[in-house]
């Protein structure tokens, strides 16, 4: 893709609702996803809303994002469904855990971390009972 084609696609894909399913079906929140694009959290939620256009520059970073995760959203699908997998960044929140201590406890195999590219990092929902039961995280 050149970088014109780039840019329309990042727009296209604000224009299509394509960004928000990807957000709800991985439910990522706007801040991680920014991050991950690599543009201000508050301008990409308002791209979503139609209340401002991104940027040439601002599109084509989605762009260029947003054809990763599709070339390789297949391979992601094929070994772990969204719906069993949550963000680094919002399991640390659910237990009240630093981010890098849920990653800490990624890195010592006490929960199933599953690198998603350009989705960034998610663990498996089924470690976080256990995860739980063990005394770590909150309980309520």
């Known amino acids: 893709m050149s970088p014109g084609e780039e840019a329309a ?3 296209e894909v604000i224009d299509t609702g394509k960004l928000v399913a990807l ?3 991985f439910n990522l929140t706007w801040p991680v996803m920014a991050n991950l694009i690599g543009v201000d959290p ?3 939620k308002m791209w979503a809303e139609g ?20 070339d390789q959203y297949p391979q992601f699908r094929a070994e772990h469904h969204p719906d069993d997998v949550v963000s680094l960044s919002m ?3 659910y237990l009240g855990m630093s981010y890098a201590t849920v990653l800490q406890k990624c890195q010592a195999r006490e929960l199933t971390c599953v690198d998603l590219g350009p989705l960034g ?9 256990n995860l739980v039961e063990a005394g770590h995280g909150k309980t309520s």
């Open 9 to 11: 696609y990042g727009r």
């Open 23 to 25: 957000k709800e079906t």
């Open 42 to 44: 508050a301008s990409l």
């Open 51 to 70: 209340t401002r256009v991104p940027s040439h520059t601002s599109a084509k970073k989605l762009g260029v994002w947003m054809a990763a995760v599709r």
């Open 91 to 93: 399991a640390s929140q």
């Open 121 to 129: 990092v998610f663990i498996l929902k089924s470690d976080i009972p």
